[in-house]
T-cell receptor, first 114, second 114 residues
Framework: ETGVTQTPRHLVMGMTNKKSLKCEQH?????MYWYKQSAKKPLELMFV???????ENNSVPSRFSPECPNSSHLFLHLHTLQPEDSALYLC?????????????FGSGTRLTVV | AQSVTQPDIHITVSEGASLELRCNYS??????LFWYVQSPGQGLQLLLK??????LVQGIKGFEAEFKRSQSSFNLRKPSVHWSDAAEYFC????????????FGTGTSLTVIP
C-alpha cells in the first residue's frame, strides 16, 4: 500500500472518448501532482495543486483537464486524446509543494489511446 | 539550466555482486538530490535523498549514495544485489532553483541474474 491510490490501473480509450483518471491519498498531504511517464524519457510534470489551488501547468494541451476538489483527491479528465498521449500517468503527493519532503507516488494508470 | 543524466540505460549484474548506478546533474547551487526506484507495474518509491552535510547518505533496502560536488555526481551503490532489486532506478534533482520541482533522469534499468 503506497498511500496514494490511482484508478483505473489500465485504460484503453478511443480518440473521441472522454474518460477520467482518479487519484486519492489519505496521508494528510497538501500538494498533489500529475506526471506523464513515457518510455525512455524523463518524467514530465503536468500539473501541481497546492492546498487545492493549481500552481503549475507545464504547457499541457487542453485535452487534459485537472480537477482537485479537496486536498485528498485529484482527477485528470481526458478528451479527444491522440495516440502519442499513450503513457503511464502517475499521481504523487507531498506534505507541501516542496521537493525537500520527497513525493509519494501512486502505481499509475497505464493509458492506451487507440 | 537544471538537468540530470543517467549514462547507463541498462545494467546487468549477478546476484550477490556489487552495484553502482551513475548520476550526473547540472544545478546552479547546492542541489537536493534523490534516488527513486520503480518496480514493474508500480509507482516510484523514494530510496534516499541528500540535502546537505555528510556526503554519504544511507537509504532503504541497503542502498547508499555519495554526493561529489567536484564531479557533479550522486552515484547509487549497493554492496550485494538481491534478485528483488531488479527495477528501474531514477535520479532526480530539485530545490529552490528549480521552482521546487523535480528534474528526473531517464532512468537505469537493472537486471539481476542468478
Amino acid at each position: 500500500e503506497t498511500g496514494v491510490t490511482q484508478t483505473p490501473r489500465h485504460l484503453v480509450m478511443g480518440m473521441t472518448n472522454k474518460k477520467s483518471l482518479k487519484c486519492e491519498q489519505h496521508l494528510g498531504h497538501n500538494a498533489m501532482y500529475w506526471y506523464k511517464q513515457s518510455a525512455k524519457k524523463p518524467l514530465e510534470l503536468m500539473f501541481v495543486y497546492n492546498f487545492k489551488e493549481q500552481t503549475e501547468n507545464n504547457s499541457v494541451p487542453s485535452r487534459f483537464s485537472p480537477e482537485c476538489p479537496n486536498s485528498s483527491h485529484l482527477f485528470l479528465h481526458l478528451h479527444t486524446l491522440q495516440p502519442e498521449d499513450s503513457a503511464l500517468y502517475l499521481c504523487a503527493s507531498s506534505p507541501r509543494q516542496q521537493v525537500y519532503y520527497g513525493y509519494t507516488f501512486g502505481s499509475g494508470t497505464r493509458l492506451t489511446v487507440v | 539550466a537544471q538537468s540530470v543524466t543517467q549514462p547507463d540505460i541498462h545494467i546487468t549484474v549477478s546476484e550477490g555482486a556489487s552495484l553502482e548506478l551513475r548520476c550526473n546533474y547540472s544545478y546552479g547551487a547546492t542541489p537536493y538530490l534523490f534516488w527513486y526506484v520503480q518496480s514493474p507495474g508500480q509507482g516510484l518509491q523514494l530510496l534516499l535523498k541528500y540535502f546537505s552535510g555528510d556526503t554519504l547518505v544511507q537509504g532503504i533496502k541497503g542502498f547508499e549514495a555519495e554526493f561529489k560536488r567536484s564531479q557533479s555526481s550522486f552515484n547509487l551503490r549497493k554492496p550485494s544485489v538481491h534478485w528483488s532489486d531488479a527495477a528501474e532506478y531514477f535520479c532526480a534533482v530539485g530545490g529552490p532553483n528549480t521552482g521546487n520541482q523535480f528534474y528526473f533522469g531517464t532512468g537505469t534499468s537493472l537486471t539481476v541474474i542468478p
